[in-house]
């Protein structure tokens, strides 16, 4: 495979994975960008060509592991009110809510949660997958999405409280 037609096909998935990973745009794209950086520089060494996706993500997942554990050192602050602002759909079902909503509330998760969720449903990777970028057996991440689907139902009800109440009712 060709480098441009690498980037063609994982860029979009690789950048959203970055942006679930990072919450933040100017990160997803750097660690994206470093990606395909590392692709260019050492791409070449993968065997199996069949592994690239696993590769890429595998990839951006140690360099965002990397960049956090810089921030550890060396904290930086950002100024960003507009994070901690979710809209209340109010009597909206739950079942009207839109992509956005649900992904701020994906983005609120734990990393542990957030990654396998993301890796599984935006980016459809098998278990096993998921598994060798995160660096954990596959029961670890079957139950790693169990427990962040039942966070995610939790938070989208507290996002509706009628709701919760027709269900308790029926």
Not at 8 to 27: E, G, N, V, W
Not at 67 to 90: A, T, W, Y
Not at 95 to 100: I, P, T
Not at 104 to 109: E, F, T
């Amino acid at each position: 495979m060709e480098f441009d037609e690498i980037v063609k096909d994982y860029y979009q998935p690789l950048y959203r994975f970055a942006l679930s990973l990072s919450r933040s745009a100017d990160a997803a794209g750097d660690l994206t960008q470093q990606t395909f950086f590392l692709w260019a520089k050492k791409g070449h060494q993968l065997r199996d060509l069949n592994r690239v996706k696993s590769w890429l993500f595998t990839t951006l997942y140690r360099e965002h592991l990397g960049f956090q554990s810089k921030l550890i050192r060396f904290p930086h602050q950002e100024i960003d009110s507009v994070e901690h602002e979710i809209q209340d759909p109010g009597q909206q079902q739950i079942e009207r809510m839109d992509a956005g909503v649900l992904m701020k509330l994906v983005q609120a998760l734990d990393p542990t949660f957030r990654e396998p969720i993301t890796l599984f449903y935006v980016e459809d990777l098998s278990y096993r997958e998921i598994a060798e970028i995160l660096n954990v057996p596959i029961g670890t991440v079957m139950s790693r999405l169990s427990r962040g689907k039942t966070l995610l139902k939790q938070a989208l009800l507290r996002q509706d409280p009628d709701h919760r109440r027709e269900r308790n009712m029926s």
